[in-house]
């Protein structure tokens, strides 16, 4: 079965400071949007790509991906995005035509996740997972606190989790179709994943190994990461 991948890019970006909306910026001269396409389009799974672009970018968005090559399998589509992330997946999602039973959600905000994790995510849906999320152990120790009303202002330590079963997730998110579709409609919780809405079906959800390459450009910082990354893969 044919896979297809939604990409939400109309976040702004505030935390990466001023400038141009977030997905558009460039790593080493190319537009994160790109790389993050080009990570997907590197799968031989994935025949469509459609990218949720700034509610007034649209046109932009496929300029510029009309600038610049992808895989001749590879079709892509451009819609407009809406206020939430949740809202912009909602809106690629409806763009899919039939047919596709697997579909990807996939952060532009990733751009540097390597194709072993795309294939890793697709086999596990098409394994039978009705979704599955790569998933890293993490480094820090966790803290639940009570976040202060004043940022800066010392916090209440509440708990501290078992770190050996905490996991920091990423994307591509894989979805058997109807499961998305159903959870799109049914969840009005704020979320910040897609794996969780399904969640909150009741269905299961399973992670397979990420990659830490696949980590989100979200501070400055990250986009000395990613530069580094790319040039050690002399792109
Ligand atoms: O803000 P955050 O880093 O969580 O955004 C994750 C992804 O969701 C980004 O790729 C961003 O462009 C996208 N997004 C969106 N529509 C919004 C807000 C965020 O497509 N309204």
Sequence with gaps: APVAVVIPAAGRGVRLGPGAPKALRTLNGTP???????????????????????????????SLLDAHALPERTRFLVVPGGESRQES??????????????????????????????????????????????????????????PAAVAGAPEPVLATPDRSRLRAVQTPQGFDRATLVRAHETVTDDVT??????????????????????????????????EAVLARRRL
């Design 32 to 62: 994160m949007l790109v790389h993050a396409v080009r990570a997907m389009a590197a799968s031989r799974a994935v025949s469509l790509v459609v990218v949720v672009a700034p509610p007034d970018g649209a046109g932009e968005v496929t």
């Design 89 to 146: 997946v909602r809106l690629g999602l409806d763009a899919v035509p039939p047919g596709h039973d697997v579909v990807l959600v996939h952060d532009a905000a990733r751009p540097l996740v390597p194709v072993e994790t795309v294939d890793a995510v697709i086999g596990a849906v098409r394994e039978g997972a009705a979704a599955v999320v790569p998933a890293l152990p993490l480094a820090d120790t966790v803290k639940e606190v009570e």
């Design 193 to 226: 994943d897609d794996a969780s809405m399904v969640e909150q079906l009741g269905e299961p959800v399973v992670a397979v190994p990420g990659h830490e390459e696949a980590f989100k450009v979200t501070r400055p910082l990250d986009l000395v990461l990613a």
